[in-house]
Every structure is written in C-alpha cells, then in structure tokens.
C-alpha cells in the first residue's frame, strides 16, 4: 500500500466561531479516507491550547478537556511534527505524537482564518490547505478587503471603519457619521470576524448604538454598512491557486432579516435556491468578479464569494471573501460545488491536492541571497 499522507486536522480555535469549527471538522474528518490519509486530530481551546487524545473532536463537543494531552507545533523546519508537552518532576518534556505531511486548518476567524497560523505554518515549513498569510488576513479583514475592492474596480456596498475607542469616546459621533451613508437599514460588522458574529441589522440610531456596542466586543475596528433594499443574496464558491475555478451561483433565502448565525448553523432554516435563478449575463459577471477578488487578495485553495444583487437593476455588489468557508452539512461552499459535480470527498482531496502544489511553488522560491 502506498504511504500514506500525514494530516494534522486543527480545529476549535480561540475566535467567537469556534462552535462552528468543531461543526465543520466534523464533517472533514468523516471523509478523510483512512487508507489515504494518516490524520491526528488537534483541538484548540477558547484560550488558545493545543489538545490531542483519544476522540479528540468528542471531547471537544463535550467540553471535556481532562483525558487530553497538550501538544505543540515547533516553528522551527527541521521538525515536522506535532510534540505532546508532558510536565514532569524535571520540568517540561516534549515528546514526539506524530510526523505530519500537511496541515488542514479546519478554524474560522480570529487566530485561524486570519493569517496568524498561516504565519507559524509558514515558519514550520508544512503544506497546509487555504491561503496564505496576506490573502487570509486581507480575506479576514472587511475593512482592507473593501479597499482592495475599490482599488481593483470591483463593486462593493458603501461603508464606514470606526475604532472602538471612537465607539467609547463618542458613540453619538459616530452613528452621525455613519447616517451620512444613507437611510437605515444600516449593518454594524465586527471588521475581523464570520459567520454573522455580532452582525446587527439597524432599523433606528438606537438601534445602531446598540449594535456599534455588539461589533465592537468582537474586534476593536468596525464596519458600518449601508443598507442596500430589495437585493438577492447570492454566493459562489472558488476553488483552486493560480488558476482559480467557479462553481453554479446559489442564492441563500433568509429566514430571519438576514442571513444570521442562527439561520447559518443552528436551526438551518434559511432557503438555498442551487443554482441561482438569475439571467446567465448576472450569473457570468458573479464569476468572474469572484476571480478578480480572489486573485486581487492572492487567495489560494478555496473561498465563498458573497453577492448582493439589486432585484430592479441587477447591480452587483461584492459583499465579501470568506477564505476558510463553513464545512458544515448544511454549509453553502460544499454544497455548491456538489450541484457543480464535485462531491464533498473529492472537494477535501482537491483541496489537500491545492495544498501540496502550494508547498511545492513555496519551495521553489530562494530565500537567500545567491553569492
């Protein structure tokens, strides 16, 4: 039998999505096949340990971390490996738990999606599935992303950053400011997080107040958006490096005022329409607006594009660029793809197949100066 690759699946992680990790590693772990892959599970807690032991993910969903081992990843090259870090009487031993070929990095958010573990994974020298640093911290951050929007001539909805300490200074400043982009509804977004984490729909200054105060717990820079009436909600997945594909347009219904956390994982009762019913002319320009984004940021791997488009003009705006998608059985990126003719298996080896090709251009770049 061939050898067989050495996965380390991360979840878990230390952001507000860390329920929707252990959600989405769920459903990769299922399909990694296990005469293809050797994979050690590794869950990281709300305060940022590493964990591995028997039925990782289980004690997870339990919250129960007593029977786990804390590991480690060295940053260092020459390793290669995941290290379970014992205390003894002699002070701290690291023992080796396992070689590792590659990482999947199944985390959202903060700490995950964001370009940090890109970063150690980087200084590690290991394959790992999804962007890298600069596209999964552009990705990651809404209010850098709609600059390289605007920078590439892509349309996008009109928005306003704000810090934190502005919100805590003077809130009232702020929401004047923020109305000058136009009548409510208007959206107040944490700048660097998913899943609809403290996203508010503000329907009156109070309102809008309150939701600055729900953002703001989550990242110290804010989005506030404006409203934009009467548009469809519609997404597409990417896949690929340098030569990124597209899936079938899907549009979400949603069942609460917008397509909210709840709607996303918890009662899954928001509407999927697989593929869009658009014109092919509206659905063509998606794509390829999709492309443009995903190269613009130096996306790799995989992304979901999220769309707005006005029902009476079928004007697009390009909402954002999700660089580790939901994984969820009820998640839009896979599901996407599978009306696209890729099953969710065959979507988890393309992307462990991307990852290795990452690596391998990684490599061939010099980091020393040739005498």
Not at 22 to 38: G, I, N, T
Not at 69 to 93: C, F, K, M, Q, W
Not at 201 to 220: F, H, I, P, V
Request: glycine share 8%; aromatic share 8%; with cysteine.
């Amino acid at each position: 039998m061939a050898k067989r690759l050495r996965i380390a699946v991360l979840f878990g992680g230390r952001s507000g999505e860390h329920d929707v990790s252990l959600m989405s590693a769920r459903s990769v772990l299922e399909v990694l096949d296990p005469e293809k892959y050797e994979v050690t599970q590794v869950g990281i807690t709300l305060d940022g340990e590493w964990l591995n032991g028997e039925n990782t993910l289980e004690s997870f969903s339990n919250g129960k971390f007593d029977k786990l081992n804390r590991v480690v990843l060295p940053s260092e090259p020459s390793h290669s490996a995941l290290y379970i870090l014992r205390n003894t009487d002699h002070g701290e031993l690291l023992e080796k738990l396992a070689d590792i070929d590659m990482v999947f990095p199944v985390l959202h958010g903060p700490f995950g999606e964001d370009g940090t573990m890109q970063g150690l994974l980087e200084l590690a020298d290991v394959a790992y599935v999804g962007a890298g640093v600069a596209g999964s911290s552009v990705g990651m951050d809404k209010g850098i992303f709609k600059d390289v929007m605007r920078a590439n001539g892509i349309p996008i909805v009109e928005s306003l950053l704000v810090l934190r300490s502005d919100i805590e200074k003077n809130i009232n400043t702020v929401i004047e400011q923020a109305e000058k982009l136009g009548a409510y509804p208007l959206f107040a977004k944490p700048a660097n997080l998913g899943s609809s984490v403290g996203i508010s729909k503000c329907n009156s200054r109070s309102d809008l107040g309150e939701g600055l105060m729900e953002a703001a717990r989550y990242d110290r820079r804010v989005i506030i958006e404006a409203g934009v009436a009467n548009v469809r909600e519609i997404e597409v997945s990417v896949l690929g490096n340098e030569d990124p594909q597209t899936s079938v347009c899907g549009e979400v219904l949603p069942s609460r005022e917008f397509y909210s956390y709840e709607s996303k994982y918890v009662d899954g009762t928001s509407g999927l329409i697989i593929p869009s019913q658009l014109p092919s002319k509206v659905s063509d320009q998606i794509r390829e607006y999709a492309v443009r984004a995903y190269k613009a940021i130096d996306c790799a791997g995989m992304a979901r594009a999220d769309f707005f488009v006005d029902n009476d003009t079928n004007k697009i705006y390009l909402n954002e660029l999700n660089t580790l998608p939901g994984f969820t059985s009820i998640s839009m990126y896979p599901k996407l793809w599978q009306a696209s003719g890729l099953t969710y298996t065959q979507l988890v080896d393309r992307l462990i197949e991307l990852a290795l090709e990452r690596k391998r251009q990684r490599d061939h770049t010099e980091h020393r100066r040739l005498a």
